[in-house]
């Protein structure tokens, strides 16, 4: 990677912004491999994300104020690791694998004191059914939040339903991303106005 950045004049120029790009893409590309399961394209794939790290980790390293390369990248998550499983590294018990969530949120929670908000972390970029799903599992901690609407019985039938809705948004000419991610800030404002209640 190092001689990539200073060898190739196109890596030269690149900033963490515009890596953004191709880190989507890859990322999407990586979930395409996991989700019909082809072995060949998740090597590949995990290492084209891997990459993206790499790249990112030497753009940052170069940074003039704030330096930092793959090596503090990786000794960080090693130390956050660590810090989210006491039941392997230290002493805590955990038999169970809700027993390792509640280590886990509760390393988490002492990692984020700063977060004001049940919210605060969920990224604005994320795509809106993949948001309002983390959005409605955060919201639940403040709020009850009714499930309405169809109730399928599988995963399968609820691909079918979002795709049913998905396709009378198409008819009506209305953008349901748009519709979703709109019906989102109602709930985050809900949720916000609720914490500042308590």
């Known amino acids: 990677m190092r001689l990539v950045r200073e060898r190739c004049v196109w890596s030269q120029q690149i900033t963490h912004r515009d890596l953004v790009p191709y880190l989507i893409e890859e990322s999407h590309e ?15 794939e995990l290492g084209d994300l891997l990459w993206q790290v790499l790249f990112h980790s030497a ?10 390369d793959i090596d503090e990248v990786a000794r960080g ?16 018990v955990a038999n169970t694998p809700e027993e390792v969530l509640v280590h ?18 969920v990224p604005s970029g994320m795509p ?9 599992g955060r919201a639940s901690k403040v709020l009850e939040v009714p499930a309405e609407g ?23 000419g209305w953008d349901a991303e748009r519709a979703l991610r709109e019906r989102l800030r109602l709930l985050e404002t809900d949720v916000r106005a609720a914490e500042s209640r308590h």
């Not at 753009?59 to 930092?68: G, H, I, K, L, T």
């Open 30 to 44: 990586l979930i395409d491999a996991v989700e019909s399961d082809d072995r060949v394209e998740l090597r590949e």
């Open 59 to 68: 753009v940052a390293a170069q940074d003039p104020d704030d330096p930092f």
């Open 77 to 92: 998550l090693t130390e956050k690791m660590v810090r989210r499983h006491p039941h392997v590294f230290g002493d805590a």
């Open 104 to 121: 886990w949120n509760a390393a988490k929670a002492a990692e984020k004191r700063e977060r004001r908000s049940v919210l605060d972390g």
């Open 128 to 136: 809106a059914l993949a948001r309002a799903q983390k959005v409605l």
């Open 150 to 172: 169809p109730t399928p019985a599988s995963e399968a039938e609820l691909g079918e339903t979002l795709l049913a809705l998905v396709a009378r948004a198409r008819e009506q």
